[in-house]
Structure formats: structure tokens, C-alpha cells
């Protein structure tokens, strides 16, 4: 949409002054407030411009204007052509003592994103086919209970629990340890290897089967569902309006689903630019209020996950647009010492 610099300055600070204050922007409160060096009638003729754009909108009878979907979605693409920008206050995020533990990493990182903007914070974890197995246990608790347990590079530890109808030679237990160890070890999990390793025809049928016992918590690894680490869902409700609560309801609602967050963050993943979708650009009837803002992180070469902040569309863009990208690039250090070790 080509609009003249008088009508992006104009839009601009109706953006910025509702956020702010939260109530219609007229002509009056632009001239007084933004120092903008023309007249109020001027003003209100370029507002009712911006209006026929469909750029801005005036709720019931008042005179003042508020952004639509896609007035904001014109303002936050300028926002996104600036130089980056960090955000107005420090982001108290501090991964050095976190060891190789992505999980406490992610955690961390969303409760300090949800403290600097006051916005519900959302960090997907690597999926876990890209993790790296770092050791593998298969442990005899009882003659017909088997126990294994496997760690992972990013700290990750799971376990699954295995019971046979008859005792399970002990020799068998240590053999496959060994061999899982052998063949998994420092590799990073996926179909083909999994195929490899449980299928190979250099073994016995006998090792085959008791493999084939033990091949559910391996499947499960790489087929789980994303981990997904929410903060700060108490502090974004004061950012909603009383009109808007319902739709920090369906937020909620959407979180536990997890569906359609989920796509997005997984579409997002192709590119190293923040992103940002407004309102109807989600794609959830049931989030329509609701803004996205977020940025991928992960290696040199590829993304792992993302760093996301969710909130009303009435929400300080610039501000959340520059927490993102500064979460993103310490995660990504981060994950570089754990990925690249």
C-alpha cells in the first residue's frame, strides 16, 4: 500500500498512542502529543484517509481512530525493515550456568522474556530428531524387567520400562547396551538409523528380537510431541482489555491444543528474520485478538526451535520484535557449545 510519509508518520503514532494508552487516538491527542507539525484539521482529514484504507477504524460513535489488523500489519512491517534493536530494558538472561541442560535453558529464557514485556512467552524446544544420543542404559531391575534409559546430548533423559514374559538373560541385558551404545552413540536419532541399528542383518535372530523388545523407547523419542515452554501466562492478562478477555480465554484454550501455535512456530522455522502474525494472519478463528511475534534460533545452518511472544494485538511491537531477537541469539549460542561440541 503506497502511502505518502505524512500518512506513515500519522499511522505510526496512532499505533504507538493506543497502545499506549489503550483508548481511541484522535486529532487532538496526535497534535498535542506527537508534536506533529500540522493542523488538527489536516489530521483529521489524512485519519479519515487512513480509514477508507482500511487502515484504521473508530470503535462505536467516538471520534477517535484505533489500528486495524491491518493497520498494524503496516506499521510492524516498517517496524521489521529497521536496523535490530535491543529492547528498552535489559533481558536478564543468563545461560552460563546452565550447563548442556536445554531444558532449564528454555525454561529460562521464557520467564525472562515474560518479565521484560509482560506478554505470555513461548519457546519450542529442538525437535527430537535432531538430538544427539550421548549414552544409552539397559538395565536388569527384576529376571523379567528391563529398564532403558537414554540421555541425550541437549541433557534429556528418558526412560521406559519393559517386562517379559520369561527371565531375560543377563548376558543379552549387558550385550545390548554395549551395542546400542556402539551403533547410537554420538548420533543423531532418526528413522534410518533406528532401521539400522534394530534391523541389521549381521545380528542374530535371537539379538534381533530382544532389540526389537526395546525398540519402542527409541520410536518414542523421535515421534514425541514437541516440548513447548510457557511463561508469564498470568502477567499478559493485565495487557488484555476487558472486551478482550475472552479472547485471552481462547488463548488458553489454544495453548492446551497446541495445534495451531505449533504449526506456526514449525512454518517459522525456514527463516532467521523475526516474524509476526496479526489477528486473522494466525489462522485461528479462536485467536483473532491475539498477536505473535517471534524468531527462530539454532545452528549456522539450521533452525531448531523458536522464541515467541503472544499477546493482544494492542501490544508494544518494536519492543517485543527486539526481546525475541535478543532471546534468539543468546539460545543460539547456547545451542551452538551443545550441537557443535
Same mark, same amino acid.
Given at each position: 500500500m503506497d502511502l505518502s510519509s505524512r500518512q506513515r508518520q500519522i499511522l505510526a503514532l496512532v499505533v504507538e498512542e493506543y497502545v499506549s494508552s489503550g483508548q481511541p487516538v484522535g486529532s487532538k491527542t496526535l497534535v498535542e502529543r506527537s508534536g506533529i507539525n500540522v493542523s488538527s484539521s489536516t489530521v483529521r482529514y489524512e485519519l479519515a484517509e487512513l480509514e477508507d484504507l482500511g487502515l484504521l477504524t473508530h470503535p462505536h460513535t467516538s471520534a477517535g481512530r484505533i489500528p486495524t489488523d491491518s493497520g498494524y500489519r503496516y506499521y510492524v512491517d516498517r517496524v521489521l525493515e529497521r536496523p535490530d534493536a535491543r529492547p528498552r530494558a535489559s533481558l536478564e538472561l543468563d545461560l552460563a550456568s546452565v550447563s548442556n541442560e536445554i531444558d532449564l535453558a528454555l525454561q529460562r529464557t521464557t520467564e525472562a522474556l515474560a518479565q521484560l514485556t509482560h506478554l505470555m512467552a513461548l519457546v519450542t524446544a529442538p525437535a527430537l530428531e535432531t538430538t544427539v544420543v550421548r549414552h544409552v542404559e539397559v538395565l536388569? &531391575?527384576?529376571?523379567? @524387567? =528391563? =529398564?532403558v534409559v537414554v540421555i541425550t546430548q541437549t541433557g534429556g533423559v528418558t526412560k521406559r &520400562?519393559? @517386562?517379559f514374559g520369561d527371565p531375560v538373560d543377563a548376558r543379552l541385558v549387558g550385550w545390548s547396551a554395549d551395542y546400542l551404545n556402539e551403533t &547410537? !552413540? !554420538?548420533e543423531r536419532l532418526g528413522a534410518r538409523l533406528l532401521r539400522q541399528c534394530f534391523e541389521d542383518t549381521g545380528l542374530t535372530a535371537r539379538e534381533r528380537e530382544f532389540l526389537a523388545e526395546l525398540r519402542p523407547a527409541f520410536e518414542d523419542l523421535i515421534e514425541g510431541p514437541q516440548n513447548v515452554f510457557v511463561g508469564g501466562a498470568a502477567d499478559v492478562l493485565d495487557e488484555f482489555r476487558s472486551e478482550d478477555v475472552r479472547a485471552f480465554r481462547r488463548l488458553v484454550d489454544a495453548l492446551e491444543q497446541r495445534a495451531s501455535l505449533l504449526d506456526l512456530m514449525r512454518q517459522s522455522l525456514v527463516s532467521r528474520r523475526p516474524f509476526v502474525?496479526? !489477528?486473522?494472519?494466525?489462522g485461528d478463528p479462536a485467536l483473532e485478538r491475539v498477536s505473535v511475534v517471534g524468531h527462530a534460533y539454532g545452528l549456522t545452518n539450521r533452525n531448531l526451535g523458536t522464541v515467541s511472544l503472544i499477546g493482544p494485538t494492542r501490544m508494544d511491537y518494536p519492543a517485543a520484535i527486539a526481546a525475541v531477537r535478543l532471546a534468539a541469539t543468546e539460545l543460539s549460542r547456547f545451542v551452538e557449545d551443545i550441537y557443535e561440541a
Open positions: 536388569q &531391575l527384576q529376571p523379567q @524387567v =528391563v =529398564v &520400562l519393559f @517386562v &547410537l !552413540g !554420538g502474525r496479526v !489477528g486473522a494472519e494466525i
